[in-house]
């Protein structure tokens, strides 16, 4: 007598309930996803998602999961989805973009060499999970130092290796006081070498060592290109880099 209660328990369980990941991408992620715009992926084109894919599947969910600081990717793309969920919709989206067979063993390898680093993902520019002279040119402080972080003499620095000289860099920019003018001096003239950002809608504050950076550049990568060239000033404390990206407010 208990069968025909079966299909409605099916229908009430939380499993009969939930929606696939891709109800969930049309339903969370599409808005932005779907036609590309404030500076998202678009689903679908291939060459953006397997660059994106470059610094592994982990990196991927990791954003998704965090966000992306200064773009309009908030954490979990602003959905209220566990990270299980989002995970699944972050593979979706990877497979409805199509990427090569490729493309997806190369993220696996990265994926396998552990790295997490986001800055370091960005400048090992050939994908070997270890950042040479060269990748680190436009970096002068640290690629003239770098023998001094290569503790373990291979030429080049690991993940760990140029984690430990980020840390001693920015203790060292910290330990020499300098006034706050000369810093804020310092800073909008290595700001005015960044291509593309304008004064008339990014501002800079400096406070007892701190730089604040806010306002509006027209794309994301500016906004990181802007804390690099930043980030070996002498005397800032502490950077807080509140740039967005214009094409999160539609300036595409
Ligand atoms: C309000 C717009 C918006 C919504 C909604 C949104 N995203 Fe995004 N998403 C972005 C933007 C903008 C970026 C690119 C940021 C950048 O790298 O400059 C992005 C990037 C991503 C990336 C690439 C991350 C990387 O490391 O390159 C993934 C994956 C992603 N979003 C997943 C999602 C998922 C899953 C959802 C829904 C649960 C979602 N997004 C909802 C705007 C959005």
């Known amino acids: 007598m208990m069968r025909p209660l079966l299909p409605v ?28 715009i404030h500076g998202a992926p678009r689903v679908g084109d291939t060459a953006e998602w397997e660059r994106r894919l470059r610094g592994g599947f982990r990196l991927l969910y990791r954003n998704t999961i965090e966000g992306i600081p200064n773009t309009a990717m908030l954490p979990l793309g602003g959905a209220s989805l566990s990270e ?6 972050v593979d979706y989206m990877i497979a409805a973009s ?3 067979a490729a493309a997806l063993k190369e993220a696996a390898r990265y994926d396998r ?13 050939n994908h070997d999970g270890r950042l040479s002279r060269g990748e680190l ?9 770098l023998a001094r972080f ?12 140029y984690l430990q000289a980020e840390a001693v860099l920015e203790k060292e920019r910290a330990a020499v006081r300098v006034e706050d003018a000369v810093i ?10 960044v291509r593309g950002i ?17 306002g509006i550049v027209s794309h994301a990568l500016l906004a990181l290109q802007a804390g690099d060239a930043i980030k070996r000033i002498s005397g800032i404390r502490r950077i807080d880099n509140r740039l967005v990206s214009g094409d999160q407010i539609g300036w595409d």
């Open 9 to 36: 328990l099916m229908l009430l369980s939380p499993l009969a309930l939930a929606a696939t990941p891709a109800q969930q991408y049309s339903s969370s992620c599409a808005s932005c996803h779907l036609p590309g």
């Open 84 to 89: 299980t969920e989002v995970r699944a919709v």
């Open 98 to 100: 199509a990427p090569s």
């Open 113 to 125: 060499l552990g790295i997490s680093n986001r800055d370091f993902i960005r400048f090992d520019i």
């Open 137 to 145: 040119a436009g970096d002068p402080a640290l690629s003239r130092d």
């Open 150 to 161: 290569d503790t373990d003499r291979s030429g080049n620095l690991d993940e760990r290796e």
């Open 184 to 193: 804020d001096a310092a800073v909008r003239k290595a700001l005015a070498g």
């Open 198 to 214: 304008d004064f008339q809608y990014a501002g800079v504050e400096v406070r007892d060592g701190t730089v604040v950076l806010k």
